[in-house]
């Protein structure tokens, strides 16, 4: 009779427990697999839905399959805290491209999980456009969150973005983990990610194979934390660039730490680049250790005199101060 008891009281724990999740399955809101058909009326739903529930957490689902996914932004606050993306299927970019600059985009949200799943931002017709020397747009990122907290990305593969693969933007708190980020090295502008405005990011166990930088850091960055990570192809680590508008009092950049790296055939490893601009700005308390190279060509370049191609250089030097490496 004992074992009845602790049996029931378990069971009625766990429904308990259990009916406090919402599930939202994109199917149930009319997504279609296969990739014809634009699933973000369906995505957005979903959202709508997770996003107003007072029920913590909610969970979106997005099954096996490929679901093709035009521009969509998740805007918040929401009422829920706690909204994770359980991601195990291919949500795919439309052909071609546009002039958005977004693909999928978070602003301002609070306690959001990403979970599997691979992006594919469909970016080469793009890349052709421009290595083509023809007029064409900036390209969308993949994957953005702006003015936004306590974020995790895990296990997510991110392939082919026309633009940056993954921004953090004016954010705190945010957990990036095992992730996998792939482009060809001729792919232009396709940094895996892109760190500004923010503080207190941690990127760890991750491989990055792009045609810009795998890992690029922006003005107003603090408390990053960066560790066991593999680069290349691509152009390295790199703080900057920064201070290229001039007039402007821009943010510095301080408290870095890269740790235990592997750089694989990438054109550059650890770098820091500003331009010779009147801009105020700094950037200090960075730390660089248990670094291994192989085959790079920069392997540390502190440049502060940055200017790509030599167009429309500013002619001024950037103040110099004390620079450390570990």
């Known amino acids: 009779m004992a074992s009845q008891i602790t049996l029931l009281f378990y069971l009625l724990s766990f429904l308990s427990f259990s009916s406090t999740i919402s599930s939202y399955n994109i199917l149930n809101f009319g997504a279609k697999k296969g990739g014809n058909v634009d699933c973000v009326e369906a995505v957005i739903r979903a959202w709508k839905m997770a996003c107003n529930s007072s029920s913590s957490p909610a969970n979106i689902y997005i099954p096996d399959g490929v679901f093709l996914i035009s521009g969509v932004r998740f805007n918040g606050p929401c009422v829920n805290k706690k909204i994770n993306f359980m991601i195990n299927g291919t949500l795919m970019a439309p052909s071609g491209y546009t002039d958005s600059s977004e693909w999928f985009t978070f602003d301002t949200v609070e306690g959001i999980s990403i979970n599997g799943?691979?992006?594919?931002?469909?970016?080469?017709?793009?890349?052709?456009?421009?290595?083509?020397?023809?007029?064409?747009?900036?390209?969308?990122?993949?994957?953005?969150?702006?003015?936004?907290?306590?974020?995790?990305?895990?296990?997510?593969?991110?392939?082919?973005?026309?633009?940056?693969?993954?921004?953090?933007?004016?954010?705190?708190?945010?957990?990036?983990?095992?992730?996998?980020?792939?482009?060809?090295?001729?792919?232009?502008?396709?940094?895996?990610?892109?760190?500004?405005?923010?503080?207190?990011?941690?990127?760890?166990?991750?491989?990055?194979?792009?045609?810009?930088?795998?890992?690029?850091?922006?003005?107003?960055?603090?408390?990053?934390?960066?560790?066991?990570?593999?680069?290349?192809?691509?152009?390295?680590?790199?703080?900057?660039?920064?201070?290229?508008?001039?007039?402007?009092?821009?943010?510095?950049?301080?408290?870095?730490?890269?740790?235990?790296?592997?750089?694989?055939g990438s054109d550059n490893g650890l770098r820091i680049k500003t331009w010779g601009s009147n801009v105020e700005g700094y950037v200090k308390g960075i730390i660089f250790k248990h670094v291994v190279m192989n085959n790079v060509m920069n392997p540390i370049i502190i440049d502060q005199n940055y200017c790509p191609h030599n167009e429309h250089c500013p002619g001024k030097l950037s103040i110099s101060g004390t620079q450390r490496a570990t």
């Open 117 to 264: 799943g691979v992006f594919n931002g469909r970016g080469s017709k793009l890349w052709d456009c421009k290595l083509g020397d023809k007029k064409c747009p900036r390209g969308a990122t993949s994957l953005e969150f702006t003015n936004s907290k306590d974020i995790e990305i895990r296990r997510l593969t991110s392939i082919d973005s026309e633009l940056f693969h993954i921004v953090i933007h004016r954010c705190d708190n945010v957990n990036l983990d095992g992730l996998n980020i792939v482009g060809p090295k001729w792919s232009p502008n396709t940094d895996g990610i892109h760190v500004q405005m923010s503080t207190k990011v941690n990127i760890r166990n991750t491989r990055i194979k792009t045609g810009d930088d795998c890992i690029s850091i922006g003005p107003g960055t603090s408390a990053l934390w960066i560790e066991r990570i593999i680069c290349g192809p691509g152009h390295g680590i790199s703080i900057g660039s920064l201070g290229k508008d001039e007039g402007l009092k821009e943010e510095g950049v301080h408290n870095v730490t890269v740790q235990n790296i592997l750089f694989l």
